[in-house]
């Protein structure tokens, strides 16, 4: 959390343009950290895709991923630390600097609110808690990023910054003051609900974040198969190495591209032994292609090579 009330590190490379939803895209994944493992600061861990995030903000897994990247390599917040696989990728908060720090320590009350799971007992804990709330990134014409970080800056104390221009933070305090978001004594969340209810947003979101959970079944769904694929392909070529390793003791090695004679018994030779181990087309295909790799390897010709897999290991035969 301090680290969205404290300025980016030098040389950062995110624009003032981009830096509100690159802010915000940092609290929605806080806040799921929060939610899963009860760490509101630097040891923080969390799961996060392309997708996933693109739901929550409003906005393509593409723009999303640049946003992820944003945050490990400009703003330096987080650190990849691992994968799951399916593009699902564990990111941890990166340790706070000396003035994020003093940050942290101004807005004690609210970190602790985090930590125990219940923002409602702090104005700005509140604010972080609601950042994926659809009435921030699906209000059309309404709210968004900078209405976002206008209310942490308006919530936090002295001194913090939210990386709003002036002209930035001018337009998100008009939209929260437009929907009362700013009065005393606000229940924020029911706000919000009603903002997401009258600008349709509760319903745009869940249309979007479904399709977004849908694409990426579907990723899941093809990578499995990729690598079922390739664990299948991997199993057939060790099959049809330990083919032609067993066949290869019986009819001997290659000869020589220059013994014409010694070649034309060889292939035969070899084809005596292979065959009978090729139960089915799959296995043909591998043993053919393992033995055109072997002799070209031999020195072979590409044609010759190719004929003599054929010969030995006939797929069409086999299917």
Avoid: C
Avoid at 127 to 140: L, N
Avoid at 291 to 304: M, Q, T, V
């Amino acid at each position: 959390m301090a680290r969205l009330l404290s300025p980016l590190p030098d040389n950062a490379a995110i624009s003032s343009r981009a830096e509100p939803r690159v802010r915000l895209a940092a609290a929605v994944t806080a806040a799921r950290a929060v939610e899963v493992t009860g760490e509101p600061e630097a040891k923080t861990a969390v799961m996060v895709t392309a997708g996933w995030l693109a739901g929550q903000i409003n906005t393509t897994p593409r723009q999303a991923q640049k946003i992820l990247t944003a945050l490990e390599r400009g703003a330096r917040w987080t650190r990849r630390t691992g994968s799951a696989g399916g593009g699902r990728l564990l990111f941890r908060f990166t340790k706070l600097d000396a003035e994020a720090n003093e940050v942290a320590w101004a807005h004690g009350d609210a970190i602790e609110a985090l930590a125990q799971g219940r923002p409602d007992t702090d104005p700005l804990a509140a604010v972080i808690a609601t950042a994926a709330h659809p009435a921030w990134s699906y209000s059309e014409g309404a709210l968004g990023p900078r209405a976002f970080l206008a209310l942490l800056l308006h919530n936090a104390e002295p001194g913090a910054w939210v990386g709003l221009t002036p002209a930035g933070l001018r337009a998100g305090v008009k939209e929260l003051d437009r929907w009362g978001l700013r009065e005393p004594g606000i229940d924020l969340l029911s706000a919000l609900d009603t903002i997401a209810e009258e600008t349709l947003a509760v319903f745009v979101a869940t249309d979007r974040r479904r399709e977004m959970q849908e694409a990426s079944a579907r990723e899941r769904q093809r990578l499995e198969a990729y690598r079922a694929g390739r664990e299948e392909r991997y199993q057939r070529r060790r099959v049809a190495r330990a083919i032609l390793r067993r066949a290869l003791d019986v009819a001997g090695a290659p000869p020589s591209g220059t013994d014409r004679a010694a070649i034309e018994t060889w292939v035969p030779r070899l084809a005596v032994v292979v065959r009978p181990e090729l139960v089915d087309a799959e296995t043909a295909s591998a043993v053919h292609d393992e033995l055109g790799e072997i002799l070209a390897r031999a020195g072979f010709s590409a044609e010759f090579s190719g004929k003599a897999a054929a010969f030995v290991a006939p797929v069409a035969a086999a299917a």
